[in-house]
């Protein structure tokens, strides 16, 4: 019945192929696109080229065919040939970007995409076309899922994925639900395909739970998989029923569960199957697995021993193996929750249909039939599911018939009685497989409520076989019912289209296949009559084949009567009258006969056999039957077969949809239990979810029935293409405007045809239109819209033929112009050469011409006389000249050796007098410098002097402390000995008692070894066991008695402990002696019981009596040990009588000696100083009267308080060391410039004169000098007194502290061994300072001895210098300034003299204040610092002014800090503290990236600060002497440095992610869309998939957008001061990014592998390498990374032809995979004709190359991947104690030290 949708202004139905006959004739005219197709009957469609230019009128047409034949071709003229598309539109992504739109293009289009390309995708319109490979593709990994996702539709190649995306898109943007409608013949891929779209949503929706719910989703296919899908003669796994999976979505587009609704399940292969086929998948899984523990209780064998699973013949797939399946499926159960138990079941159901498939039906003559009880088949079969064999087998033959008056009971004859018996076993599949879709439903449940959801409908295609029965009636039902909505939703797309872009439209006819539908499910239609058939009681197929007949034979078109048979009937399907073609149009022509169980090409008139239709329908089980099952002890079994069924649908209330038209209710009273109406209800359920959703579609083509690899069959698919209505959408395309440009495309591609006063216009979009009307003069054939123009079919094909002579006659002109250039050039060339010989030629004949014999003789006589007066004339001017040049030489000469005679006289007394000069004043400037060098040695040696002094004063303070303090501590050593007395005393009790222990454990061993020696017989068994335990008491025994011993020898420090150590040793003896006494006892009471049971083994006895004895006697042997430990005992404690001796007498000494040291310390010294060095701890242990523990203890702390004086003084001298260093290297300086002032006046004064006069003026400067020296002298002679006085003391005092030491501290070897090596230290310096003091003397004498030199010196020029006063004057300004310079040295002097005399004030300060490097912080303030210094900071604005890692030097030295206080819990906490405020800001700006930069850096910096000055020498090789000293002294932080470094790498990781994830939306726009260079514009008609986004080119990325990324991401990288390694690595990281994403896009994008694109590609890859040039980052591998691209770059561009060329690709491409090169290869598309596509011949060329590469067959690069990071140690160049903390930090209570 004819219906209308959206189309063009008055074209109807002929209006397409009438278009197309008047673009035949311009184009066939014109002589270029000559090219047609015309019917053939194998490849349905031939091409062929016009040999002759058509005529309007002519009936025949003279073709060439492809092979070179010659053909006539009778034609039709007002129904042409279709014409061939040009070659830059063959291969396209879309079939509606075809300009000419019929079947034989869309046919080409597909074996050019899959034969020669290998691309299985292909759209058309809204249909994705997918053609099954029959082999594994690289291209579903989840590379390629990343890839396709946030892309558009139509930018990328066509894929599953891609539509996948498109309605995960449409649902998360417009929150409506979508719809994905699989379909196709069996073996077509519709489950794979189903089953990737599946998977991509679990892949790019994940949840945030932890419950799987993506995995589970998953998992639910290869179950419905084992138990609803088998194999055919089509396909290996076939899904043998409808599926349609809702999966659920919540706010936030992630998966919250999911729904499964099935239809039309093939129950009828539970117990038949053709040859060649098989049952469901999970029978022979079963019977695979039967042999194993678990599932011998089933009672299974093989499958060929069961009659439901060996009627296909062959019952193994090649390539499967069903026991390694039934281990999957028993993982996708468990998965999904299902317990085992619920596992078994299931499989005790399978097992019981299998078992009943063999009971054996015998006939009892004609009318009767039985089953043996006794059948063992049967017995299984009840077994397993609870049932009583008597009355299954009695009603398994008989059945029930109940009448108003009366129940009979009728024989079933042997055929009826296995009828019955089959449907009973697909009676309790079906119930079992709607089991199990409705708990992995339940399994697939969600708690929150659906936001939105995506359906994925798995349905089978249009079907038609030689038998076609119900099941092909309600399949191709369903295909009416899917068609019908397809074709609206395509008239709606196409009216929202034409609304969208304001073109007016009017409605065209299309054929709507509603008529098919009434004839179908309408009222009184062939349902309801079926239905009403199986109501009736002797209802059969002939009578309701009959009222088809009468109903609709002769009066409804669409159903026919067959004319030879009488048992089925014809129905006209919509794929009939969908590609119905004009009369005169030539059709493909139909082919023979397919082989049995193949659909007939072409044939869509499809007869179905009415036999079995009634029997199907009902799906009856006889009613006792039912009741058996339904009384089954097996409780799923009697589940099944309960009254009240379950609902029809799983989905229950959650649906709620509504439906987009009226649709006819079925009356739910009169057919609800057959399956028609079932299936009817369920189709309308399905139609509504369909219709409130909006769809995509998927058509699944089967290529071939062989299954063989890329092999294309036109037939099979012509056939599928006209059956699936992907012709449909290309016809309703062409009645339209099926090309379809924006004014961006149209004007880049079509720039060529427009005049310069056409592109003079500002406004591209009147451009195009002007462009068009002037090439294209009818109106009609395209329209103007709001952002696109649309085109009639074949009007694309003529603009690219237009463009393409446009192109042409250029090349003509360039050509041209070249050509006579090189031609003129040429002529040029020749005509100078000729001109050149023609010169030659004419001398040469005018020479022949003029000379003769005569004049060449007088010509030679002429020339000879010239030679020889010529000679002779030179010859005399040569003579004269020589003679006159050698008078000149001769008085030159002589004039100029008797002037350098004459100066050489003048000057020998000159430097005479110069070097004695020279050298009085070489010694002078000698002398003078040393005596400045000698008063600084001078100063210095004095400073140094009076630091030793200092120093020595304070150690000898800092002993008398010690001494006091031990005096102190020796007053408690009495008490604690008292104490050791009373715990002796304990000890002694606890030792009496253990001994009365000892006494009764001997007198229990004796009793044992009694009883041992009368049951010598009953020992045999038990011997090993008591030898044993006697042997591990007796060893723990004496390792407690070997530790008693050691522990009574320790020291004091260790008695308490000890003692305690002791006595819960005792107690655990005790309980183990009790706990084997008890045991002995209870082994001897065994014993006696079995002493009655032994007494028969006498005869044994004698034998093993020899034994017994040898172990008698080693038992006696043992016992006897107790009376030697008793021993020990007693030897133990005759030495602690001797200790406790030994310690009295120690006390006492200890006393009299402290007594001693106390008086003489109390009397030498201050009572409050001694006090003030020791802590409140020490002095209560003072206070504590005779506690020798702790007296003991605190000596050692006291001790300990005066080694860190000592050290403190020790570092302040070194200080002041330094301090007097800087000055001397001051002093050197001033030395330095007195030096060069010196070097000038030696340039400067030439003569004697000067030399003494600046002589004369420093000698009166020596007084002063002298009194200086006077001066020192003197202080160093106090300095010596002081230090002999000193010494002398130190020397009393150090003997009399020795000799107290030597009395007190016998003990203490080791601390008197050290005090012993301190004051050998300080006598050593002692001696060393006196060396130091008289070196100064000698020093200061020699300087006198200079002095009085000079003075000499002095005498002797002083009459002299009296001559010279006048010139005094000149230097004037020179002495002011030496006047100066010695002032500042006399001030140095002096101030050196001034620290020399505070150097003898102990109590003064040691020298000027210095920072050491760390920051003093309390306790409390560590929460305000990490706060302040780490959550508060800010990097933006700060790191400009600071130096890098500024924060991690701060945290450093607040460290430090806690280090200098050995205070293990401070440190622990500031580290912890940083570390997790590291973390915790980290995670807080997880999105940051400076954020992320700045604390990446300051990680490391704070790492490497760690190293650097943790001591070890690996990190100190670049430290300077001074950071040495600024190393950690206390801790080791190597662990907090590993924690450190595994967060600094998550921060890494994080902080790559944020950069990938910025750029990654710029790369492909900027790498491969972007065109940069001129000319080489690639675009291309795009199709339908590319109609819904307009290109515009204002707002796309570009190559600088990259570049500026980069510059971004390293700028700041480079200001929050990341090591520049890092900073390579992550530019490395970034570029193979860039990299990978680019390829991957390249191998997923047909349109851009072009020759042009490789050139734009090449050009972005140099920008990226000046980049890195620019950036100076050459050496850090990042354009390695770009190898990949750049050789794909170059394969796009390299010529494509010879065999030298495939060993060209395989030589250089070494970066590429064989697949990425292949797949290039097989993608490269042609952009002009100028160019050529890659032929199937060179591809295998080139791959047989590469079969021999062993490399990876993954197509997609991963661009997850991730480099392996290294955190370089970089030492920081910054000394600690000159950073400074800017106030904007807000640390103002850290204080540096």
């Given at each position: 019945?004819?219906?209308?949708?959206?189309?063009?202004?008055?074209?109807?139905?002929?209006?397409?192929?009438?278009e197309?006959?008047?673009?035949?004739r311009?184009?066939?005219?014109?002589?270029?696109?000559?090219?047609?197709?015309?019917?053939?009957?194998?490849?349905?469609?031939?091409?062929?080229?016009?040999?002759?230019?058509?005529?309007?009128?002519?009936?025949?047409?003279?073709?060439?065919?492809?092979?070179?034949?010659?053909?006539?071709?009778?034609?039709?003229?007002?129904?042409?040939?279709?014409?061939?598309?040009?070659?830059?539109?063959?291969?396209?992504?879309?079939?509606?970007?075809?300009?000419y739109?019929?079947?034989?293009?869309?046919?080409?289009?597909?074996?050019?995409?899959?034969?020669?390309?290998?691309?299985?995708?292909?759209y058309?319109?809204?249909?994705?076309?997918?053609?099954?490979?029959?082999?594994?593709?690289?291209?579903?990994?989840?590379?390629?899922?990343?890839?396709?996702?946030?892309?558009?539709?139509?930018?990328?190649?066509?894929?599953?994925?891609?539509?996948?995306?498109?309605?995960?898109?449409?649902?998360?943007?417009?929150?409506?639900?979508?719809?994905?409608?699989?379909?196709?013949?069996?073996?077509?891929?519709?489950?794979?395909?189903?089953?990737?779209?599946?998977?991509?949503?679990?892949?790019?929706s994940?949840?945030?739970?932890?419950?799987?719910?993506?995995?589970?989703?998953?998992?639910?296919?290869?179950?419905?998989?084992?138990?609803?899908?088998?194999?055919?003669?089509?396909?290996?796994?076939?899904?043998?029923?409808?599926?349609?999976?809702?999966?659920?979505?919540?706010?936030?587009?992630?998966?919250?569960?999911?729904?499964?609704?099935?239809y039309?399940?093939?129950?009828?292969?539970?117990?038949?199957?053709?040859?060649?086929?098989?049952?469901?998948?999970?029978?022979?899984?079963?019977?695979?697995?039967?042999?194993?523990?678990?599932?011998?209780?089933?009672?299974?064998?093989?499958?060929?021993?069961?009659?439901?699973?060996?009627?296909?013949?062959?019952?193994?797939?090649?390539?499967?193996?069903?026991?390694?399946?039934?281990?999957?499926?028993?993982?996708?159960?468990?998965?999904?929750?299902?317990?085992?138990?619920?596992q078994?079941?299931?499989?005790?159901?399978?097992?019981?249909?299998?078992?009943?498939?063999?009971v054996?039906?015998?006939?009892?003559?004609?009318?009767?039939?039985?089953?043996?009880?006794?059948?063992s088949?049967?017995?299984?079969?009840?077994?397993?599911?609870?049932?009583?064999?008597?009355?299954?087998?009695?009603?398994?033959?008989?059945?029930?018939?109940?009448?108003?008056?009366?129940?009979?009971?009728?024989?079933?004859?042997?055929?009826?009685a296995?009828?019955?018996?089959?449907?009973?076993?697909?009676?309790?599949?079906?119930?079992?497989?709607?089991?199990?879709?409705?708990?992995?439903?339940?399994?697939?449940?969600?708690?929150?409520?659906?936001?939105?959801?995506?359906?994925?409908?798995?349905?089978?295609?249009?079907?038609?076989?030689?038998?076609?029965?119900?099941?092909?009636?309600?399949?191709?039902?369903?295909?009416?019912?899917l068609?019908?909505?397809?074709?609206?939703?395509?008239?709606?797309l196409?009216?929202?289209?034409?609304?969208?872009?304001?073109?007016?439209?009017?409605?065209?006819?299309?054929?709507?296949?509603?008529?098919?539908?009434?004839l179908?499910?309408?009222?009184?239609?062939?349902?309801?009559?079926?239905?009403?058939?199986?109501?009736?009681?002797?209802?059969?197929?002939?009578?309701?084949?009959?009222?088809?007949y009468?109903?609709?034979?002769?009066?409804?078109?669409?159903?026919?009567?067959?004319?030879?048979?009488?048992?089925?009937?014809?129905?006209q399907?919509?794929?009939?009258?969908?590609?119905?073609?004009?009369p005169a149009?030539?059709?493909?022509?139909?082919?023979?006969?397919?082989?049995?169980?193949?659909?007939?090409?072409?044939m869509?008139?499809v007869?179905?056999?009415?036999?079995?239709?009634?029997?199907?329908?009902?799906?009856t089980?006889?009613d006792?039957?039912?009741?058996?099952?339904?009384?089954?002890?097996?409780?799923?079994?009697?589940?099944?077969?309960?009254?009240?069924?379950?609902?029809?649908?799983?989905?229950?209330?959650?649906?709620?949809?509504?439906?987009?038209?009226?649709?006819?209710?079925?009356?739910?009273?009169?057919?609800?239990?057959?399956?028609?109406?079932?299936?009817?209800?369920?189709?309308?359920?399905?139609?509504?979810?369909?219709?409130?959703?909006?769809?995509?579609?998927?058509?699944?083509?089967?290529?071939?029935?062989?299954?063989?690899?890329?092999?294309?069959?036109?037939?099979?698919?012509?056939?599928q293409?006209?059956?699936?209505?992907?012709?449909?959408?290309?016809?309703?395309?062409?009645?339209?405007?099926?090309?379809?440009?924006?004014?961006?495309?149209?004007?880049?591609?079509?720039?060529?045809?427009?005049?310069?006063?056409?592109?003079?216009?500002?406004?591209?979009?009147?451009?195009?239109?002007?462009?068009?009307?002037?090439?294209?003069?009818?109106?009609?054939?395209?329209?103007?819209?709001?952002?696109?123009?649309?085109?009639?079919?074949?009007?694309?094909?003529?603009?690219?033929?237009?463009?393409?002579?446009?192109l042409?006659?250029?090349?003509?002109?360039?050509?041209?112009?070249?050509?006579?250039?090189?031609?003129?050039?040429?002529?040029?060339?020749?005509?100078?050469?000729?001109?050149?010989?023609?010169?030659?030629?004419?001398?040469?004949?005018t020479?022949?011409?003029?000379?003769?014999?005569?004049?060449?003789?007088?010509?030679w006589?002429?020339?000879?006389?010239?030679k020889?007066?010529?000679?002779?004339?030179?010859?005399?001017?040569?003579?004269?000249?020589?003679?006159?040049?050698?008078?000149?030489?001769?008085?030159?000469?002589?004039?100029?050796?008797?002037?350098?005679?004459?100066?050489?006289?003048?000057?020998?007394?000159?430097?005479?007098?110069?070097?004695?000069?020279?050298?009085?004043?070489?010694?002078?400037?000698?002398?003078?410098?040393?005596?400045f060098?000698?008063?600084?040695?001078?100063?210095?040696?004095?400073?140094?002097l009076?630091?030793?002094?200092?120093?020595?004063?304070?150690?000898?303070?800092?002993?008398?402390?010690?001494?006091t303090?031990?005096?102190?501590?020796?007053?408690?050593?009495?008490?604690?000995i008292?104490?050791?007395?009373?715990?002796?005393?304990?000890?002694?009790?606890?030792?009496?008692?253990?001994?009365?222990?000892?006494?009764?454990?001997?007198?229990?061993?004796?009793?044992?070894?009694?009883?041992?020696?009368?049951?010598?017989?009953?020992?045999?068994?038990?011997?090993?066991?008591?030898?044993?335990?006697?042997?591990?008491?007796?060893?723990?025994?004496?390792?407690?008695?070997?530790?008693?011993?050691?522990?009574?020898?320790?020291?004091?420090?260790?008695?308490?402990?000890?003692?305690?150590?002791?006595?819960?040793?005792?107690?655990?003896?005790?309980?183990?002696?009790?706990?084997?006494?008890?045991?002995?006892?209870?082994?001897?009471?065994?014993?006696?019981?079995?002493?009655?049971?032994?007494?028969?083994?006498?005869?044994?006895?004698?034998?093993?009596?020899?034994?017994?004895?040898?172990?008698?006697?080693?038992?006696?042997?043992?016992?006897?040990?107790?009376?030697?430990?008793?021993?020990?005992?007693?030897?133990?404690?005759a030495?602690?009588?001797?200790?406790?001796?030994?310690?009295?007498?120690?006390?006492?000494?200890?006393?009299?000696?402290?007594?001693?040291?106390?008086?003489?310390?109390?009397?030498?010294?201050?009572?409050?100083?001694?006090?003030s060095?020791?802590?409140?701890?020490?002095?209560?242990?003072?206070?504590?009267?005779?506690?020798?523990?702790f007296?003991?203890?605190?000596?050692?702390?006291?001790?300990?308080?005066?080694?860190?004086?000592?050290?403190?003084?020790?570092?302040?001298?070194?200080?002041?060391?330094?301090?007097?260093?800087?000055?001397?290297?001051?002093?050197?300086?001033?030395?330095?410039?007195?030096?060069?002032?010196?070097?000038?006046?030696?340039?400067?004064?030439?003569?004697?004169?000067?030399?003494?006069?600046?002589?004369?003026?420093?000698?009166?400067?020596?007084?002063?000098?002298?009194?200086?020296?006077?001066?020192?002298?003197?202080?160093?002679?106090?300095?010596?007194?002081?230090?002999?006085?000193?010494?002398?003391?130190?020397?009393?005092?150090?003997?009399?502290?020795?000799?107290?030491?030597?009395?007190?501290?016998?003990?203490?070897?080791?601390?008197?061994?050290?005090?012993?090596a301190?004051?050998?230290?300080?006598?050593?310096e002692?001696?060393?300072?006196?060396?130091?003091?008289?070196?100064?003397?000698?020093?200061?004498?020699?300087?006198?001895?200079?002095?009085?030199?000079?003075?000499e010196?002095?005498?002797n020029?002083w009459?002299?210098?009296?001559?010279?006063?006048?010139?005094?004057?000149?230097?004037?300004?020179?002495?002011?300034?030496?006047?100066?310079?010695?002032?500042?040295?006399?001030?140095?002097?002096?101030?050196?003299?001034?620290?020399?005399?505070?150097?003898?004030?102990?109590?003064?300060?040691?020298?000027?204040?210095?920072?050491?490097?760390?920051?003093q912080?309390?306790?409390?303030?560590?929460?305000?610092?990490?706060?302040?210094?780490?959550?508060?900071?800010?990097?933006?604005?700060?790191?400009?002014?600071?130096?890098?890692?500024?924060?991690?030097?701060?945290?450093?030295?607040?460290?430090?800090?806690a280090?200098?206080?050995?205070?293990?819990?401070?440190?622990?906490?500031?580290?912890n503290?940083?570390?997790?405020?590291?973390?915790?800001?980290v995670k807080?700006?997880?999105?940051?990236?400076?954020?992320?930069?700045?604390?990446?850096?300051?990680?490391?910096?704070?790492?490497n600060?760690?190293?650097?000055?943790?001591?070890?020498?690996?990190?100190?090789?670049?430290?300077?002497?001074?950071?040495?000293?600024?190393c950690?002294?206390?801790?080791?932080?190597?662990?907090?440095?590993?924690?450190?470094?595994?967060?600094?790498?998550?921060?890494?990781?994080?902080?790559?992610?944020?950069?990938?994830?910025?750029?990654?939306?710029?790369?492909?726009?900027?790498?491969?869309?972007?065109?940069?260079?001129?000319g080489?514009?690639?675009?291309?008609?795009?199709?339908?998939?590319?109609?819904?986004?307009?290109?515009?080119?204002?707002?796309?990325?570009?190559?600088?957008?990259?570049?500026?990324?980069?510059?971004?991401?390293?700028?700041?990288?480079?200001?929050?001061?990341?090591?520049?390694?890092?900073?390579?690595?992550?530019?490395?990281?970034?570029?193979?990014?860039?990299?990978?994403?680019?390829?991957?896009?390249?191998?997923?994008?047909?349109?851009?592998?072009?020759?042009?694109?490789?050139?734009?590609?090449?050009?972005?890859?140099s920008?990226?390498?000046?980049?890195?040039?620019d950036k100076?980052?050459?050496?850090?591998?990042?354009?390695?990374?770009?190898e990949?691209?750049?050789?794909?770059?170059?394969?796009?561009?390299?010529?494509?032809?010879?065999?030298?060329?495939?060993?060209?690709?395989?030589?250089?491409c070494?970066s590429?995979?064989?697949?990425?090169?292949?797949?290039?290869?097989?993608s490269?598309?042609?952009?002009?004709?100028?160019?050529?596509?890659?032929?199937?011949?060179?591809?295998?060329?080139?791959?047989?190359?590469?079969?021999?590469?062993?490399?990876?067959?993954?197509?997609?690069?991963?661009?997850?991947?991730?480099?392996?990071?290294?955190?370089p140690?970089?030492?920081?160049?910054?000394?600690?104690?000159?950073?400074?903390?800017?106030?904007?930090?807000?640390?103002?209570?850290?204080?540096?030290?």
């Amino acid at each position: 019945m004819p219906a209308k949708a959206p189309g063009s202004q008055g074209v109807g139905i002929l209006g397409y192929w009438a278009e197309e006959s008047l673009v035949f004739r311009r184009e066939a005219a014109s002589g270029y696109y000559n090219r047609v197709w015309i019917p053939d009957p194998e490849e349905v469609w031939k091409s062929a080229e016009i040999a002759t230019d058509y005529r309007v009128g002519d009936k025949v047409l003279r073709l060439l065919l492809e092979d070179g034949t010659e053909l006539d071709y009778s034609v039709n003229p007002e129904s042409l040939p279709p014409l061939r598309n040009p070659d830059i539109l063959v291969g396209e992504n879309d079939l509606t970007a075809l300009s000419y739109l019929h079947e034989p293009a869309v046919l080409h289009n597909l074996r050019i995409r899959f034969a020669e390309s290998k691309l299985i995708y292909t759209y058309s319109g809204i249909i994705l076309v997918a053609m099954n490979p029959y082999k594994q593709l690289p291209i579903y990994g989840d590379a390629i899922i990343h890839a396709y996702s946030g892309q558009n539709m139509g930018d990328m190649d066509p894929h599953i994925f891609a539509v996948a995306e498109e309605a995960y898109k449409q649902m998360a943007r417009n929150n409506r639900n979508q719809s994905i409608i699989v379909s196709g013949e069996s073996g077509a891929g519709k489950t794979v395909s189903a089953r990737y779209a599946m998977r991509y949503f679990a892949t790019v929706s994940k949840s945030g739970s932890n419950a799987h719910v993506e995995d589970k989703v998953l998992a639910s296919n290869p179950i419905t998989e084992a138990v609803g899908n088998a194999k055919t003669t089509r396909n290996d796994n076939s899904s043998r029923f409808g599926k349609y999976t809702e999966i659920s979505f919540d706010e936030q587009n992630q998966i919250i569960g999911a729904n499964m609704r099935t239809y039309l399940l093939e129950k009828s292969r539970v117990v038949f199957q053709s040859e060649n086929e098989r049952n469901y998948h999970i029978f022979y899984q079963l019977c695979a697995s039967a042999q194993q523990s678990e599932f011998k209780h089933l009672k299974l064998g093989s499958a060929e021993e069961f009659n439901y699973t060996r009627m296909g013949g062959n019952t193994v797939i090649e390539g499967v193996n069903d026991r390694a399946e039934m281990v999957e499926t028993q993982k996708t159960f468990t998965l999904l929750g299902f317990k085992e138990d619920f596992q078994m079941d299931v499989f005790k159901i399978l097992a019981a249909i299998l078992h009943l498939g063999n009971v054996q039906i015998t006939a009892v003559g004609n009318e009767r039939s039985s089953v043996s009880e006794d059948d063992s088949h049967l017995k299984v079969f009840c077994e397993l599911l609870g049932l009583e064999s008597g009355r299954v087998a009695q009603w398994l033959c008989n059945r029930k018939i109940v009448t108003s008056s009366e129940t009979v009971v009728k024989p079933m004859t042997r055929p009826q009685a296995v009828n019955a018996r089959d449907a009973l076993a697909k009676k309790i599949y079906a119930h079992l497989f709607d089991f199990i879709v409705e708990r992995i439903n339940q399994a697939l449940q969600f708690s929150g409520k659906q936001h939105t959801f995506i359906g994925v409908l798995d349905i089978y295609g249009f079907e038609t076989f030689d038998v076609n029965s119900f099941e092909q009636f309600c399949i191709n039902y369903a295909n009416e019912k899917l068609q019908q909505q397809f074709n609206m939703h395509v008239f709606k797309l196409e009216q929202e289209e034409y609304m969208k872009e304001d073109i007016p439209w009017t409605l065209i006819d299309f054929y709507d296949n509603q008529p098919v539908i009434d004839l179908i499910e309408a009222k009184m239609g062939i349902l309801e009559l079926l239905d009403e058939e199986c109501l009736l009681p002797h209802g059969t197929d002939e009578n309701w084949l009959q009222k088809l007949y009468n109903n609709f034979v002769n009066k409804n078109p669409l159903f026919e009567k067959p004319r030879m048979l009488n048992t089925s009937f014809v129905i006209q399907h919509f794929a009939d009258k969908v590609l119905r073609r004009p009369p005169a149009m030539p059709s493909a022509p139909e082919p023979t006969q397919p082989p049995e169980g193949v659909g007939r090409p072409g044939m869509f008139l499809v007869e179905y056999k009415c036999e079995g239709f009634l029997e199907k329908n009902r799906d009856t089980v006889y009613d006792m039957l039912v009741e058996i099952l339904r009384a089954s002890k097996f409780h799923l079994c009697a589940n099944f077969f309960q009254e009240n069924p379950a609902p029809l649908s799983p989905f229950g209330s959650m649906i709620t949809v509504k439906s987009a038209k009226q649709v006819i209710k079925p009356n739910s009273k009169h057919f609800r239990t057959t399956v028609g109406s079932k299936f009817r209800s369920s189709l309308y359920l399905l139609m509504e979810t369909l219709n409130a959703t909006t769809p995509h579609y998927v058509r699944c083509i089967k290529p071939n029935d062989e299954k063989l690899p890329f092999e294309f069959d036109s037939k099979r698919i012509v056939q599928q293409l006209r059956a699936c209505g992907v012709l449909e959408t290309i016809r309703i395309s062409a009645q339209s405007y099926p090309s379809r440009w924006t004014y961006i495309e149209f004007y880049s591609r079509y720039g060529i045809l427009m005049t310069k006063q056409e592109l003079s216009f500002s406004d591209k979009k009147e451009v195009c239109k002007a462009v068009l009307h002037r090439l294209i003069q009818d109106s009609n054939q395209y329209q103007f819209g709001k952002t696109k123009i649309f085109f009639r079919a074949g009007q694309v094909a003529y603009l690219e033929k237009l463009r393409l002579d446009k192109l042409r006659q250029s090349c003509v002109v360039i050509q041209k112009h070249i050509r006579g250039w090189l031609q003129r050039k040429k002529f040029l060339r020749e005509r100078r050469a000729a001109l050149i010989i023609q010169r030659y030629f004419r001398g040469q004949q005018t020479v022949r011409k003029a000379i003769t014999a005569v004049a060449l003789k007088e010509a030679w006589a002429a020339i000879i006389i010239q030679k020889h007066c010529r000679g002779y004339l030179v010859r005399n001017l040569y003579q004269l000249i020589r003679v006159a040049t050698i008078t000149i030489q001769a008085y030159t000469r002589g004039f100029l050796a008797r002037r350098r005679y004459r100066k050489m006289l003048e000057e020998h007394k000159a430097v005479i007098l110069q070097k004695y000069a020279r050298a009085w004043l070489a010694r002078r400037r000698f002398q003078s410098i040393r005596r400045f060098v000698l008063n600084i040695q001078l100063t210095y040696r004095v400073q140094r002097l009076q630091k030793k002094l200092e120093d020595q004063n304070k150690e000898n303070h800092g002993l008398v402390e010690k001494l006091t303090s031990l005096a102190a501590l020796r007053a408690g050593d009495v008490e604690k000995i008292q104490k050791l007395e009373a715990e002796l005393e304990r000890a002694a009790a606890h030792r009496r008692s253990y001994e009365e222990k000892g006494k009764r454990y001997r007198d229990a061993v004796e009793e044992k070894l009694a009883k041992l020696q009368k049951h010598n017989s009953e020992l045999e068994t038990q011997k090993d066991q008591i030898q044993l335990k006697l042997q591990e008491k007796t060893e723990e025994l004496k390792e407690k008695m070997d530790n008693l011993t050691k522990q009574l020898f320790d020291d004091v420090q260790k008695e308490e402990r000890q003692r305690m150590l002791l006595e819960k040793s005792f107690e655990l003896k005790t309980q183990d002696y009790e706990k084997q006494i008890q045991s002995l006892k209870e082994v001897i009471k065994a014993l006696k019981d079995e002493k009655t049971q032994l007494q028969q083994l006498v005869e044994e006895e004698h034998v093993t009596s020899d034994g017994l004895k040898a172990e008698v006697a080693r038992l006696s042997k043992q016992a006897k040990t107790i009376s030697e430990f008793e021993k020990e005992i007693q030897l133990l404690q005759a030495q602690k009588i001797d200790v406790e001796k030994h310690v009295q007498s120690q006390k006492r000494e200890m006393r009299e000696k402290m007594s001693e040291i106390t008086k003489q310390l109390l009397e030498s010294y201050d009572i409050e100083d001694v006090r003030s060095r020791l802590s409140m701890e020490d002095l209560e242990h003072l206070n504590e009267d005779g506690e020798l523990w702790f007296a003991y203890e605190g000596l050692k702390k006291a001790t300990r308080v005066l080694e860190s004086h000592f050290q403190s003084q020790k570092e302040c001298y070194e200080k002041e060391i330094e301090a007097l260093n800087f000055k001397v290297v001051h002093l050197s300086q001033e030395i330095n410039h007195l030096q060069k002032l010196f070097r000038e006046e030696n340039d400067i004064n030439e003569s004697i004169r000067l030399e003494v006069t600046r002589l004369t003026s420093e000698n009166m400067m020596i007084p002063d000098f002298k009194q200086q020296i006077s001066e020192l002298e003197k202080q160093k002679q106090d300095l010596e007194i002081r230090l002999n006085e000193q010494t002398e003391k130190m020397k009393g005092k150090l003997e009399e502290l020795s000799n107290q030491l030597n009395r007190s501290q016998e003990e203490e070897g080791t601390q008197r061994k050290a005090m012993e090596a301190q004051n050998e230290i300080h006598t050593k310096e002692k001696e060393k300072l006196i060396d130091k003091i008289q070196e100064m003397q000698e020093a200061s004498d020699h300087l006198k001895k200079q002095f009085e030199t000079e003075s000499e010196v002095k005498s002797n020029f002083w009459q002299e210098a009296s001559r010279l006063t006048l010139e005094n004057r000149d230097l004037e300004e020179e002495l002011d300034m030496k006047d100066r310079v010695i002032k500042k040295l006399q001030d140095q002097v002096k101030t050196l003299s001034k620290t020399a005399g505070k150097a003898n004030d102990v109590h003064s300060s040691s020298g000027p204040k210095e920072y050491l490097g760390m920051l003093q912080y309390k306790r409390e303030d560590e929460a305000k610092l990490i706060q302040n210094l780490i959550f508060d900071l800010k990097p933006r604005g700060v790191v400009v002014n600071m130096i890098p890692g500024l924060p991690a030097h701060i945290l450093f030295m607040c460290v430090r800090y806690a280090d200098s206080l050995n205070d293990a819990n401070m440190l622990k906490s500031l580290m912890n503290s940083t570390i997790n405020g590291i973390k915790q800001v980290v995670k807080e700006h997880l999105e940051d990236f400076e954020m992320l930069s700045f604390w990446l850096s300051n990680t490391c910096h704070f790492l490497n600060c760690l190293k650097q000055y943790s001591g070890e020498e690996e990190f100190m090789k670049h430290n300077s002497p001074h950071q040495n000293k600024n190393c950690l002294n206390n801790f080791d932080l190597s662990e907090y440095r590993q924690i450190l470094s595994d967060v600094a790498i998550r921060i890494y990781h994080q902080f790559i992610i944020i950069m990938e994830k910025n750029i990654q939306p710029i790369i492909v726009p900027g790498m491969l869309e972007y065109e940069s260079l001129q000319g080489i514009s690639g675009l291309k008609p795009t199709g339908f998939r590319k109609r819904s986004s307009s290109v515009d080119d204002t707002d796309a990325y570009t190559m600088t957008s990259v570049l500026q990324q980069l510059s971004y991401f390293y700028t700041t990288m480079c200001q929050n001061g990341l090591d520049p390694e890092l900073v390579r690595q992550a530019v490395k990281q970034l570029f193979f990014l860039i990299g990978a994403v680019t390829l991957n896009s390249l191998f997923l994008r047909k349109d851009m592998c072009s020759c042009r694109k490789g050139m734009q590609i090449r050009c972005n890859i140099s920008y990226l390498e000046e980049w890195l040039k620019d950036k100076n980052l050459q050496n850090s591998l990042a354009k390695e990374t770009l190898e990949p691209l750049s050789q794909a770059a170059w394969l796009l561009q390299v010529k494509k032809t010879t065999d030298s060329d495939a060993k060209e690709i395989y030589e250089r491409c070494t970066s590429l995979s064989a697949v990425q090169i292949i797949k290039i290869l097989n993608s490269y598309t042609p952009i002009d004709d100028f160019e050529k596509r890659v032929t199937p011949s060179f591809v295998r060329k080139v791959q047989a190359l590469l079969n021999s590469r062993e490399d990876s067959s993954q197509l997609m690069l991963d661009t997850k991947y991730l480099f392996q990071v290294t955190f370089p140690f970089t030492p920081s160049p910054h000394a600690l104690e000159m950073i400074q903390i800017p106030s904007s930090f807000k640390l103002g209570f850290l204080n540096r030290l």
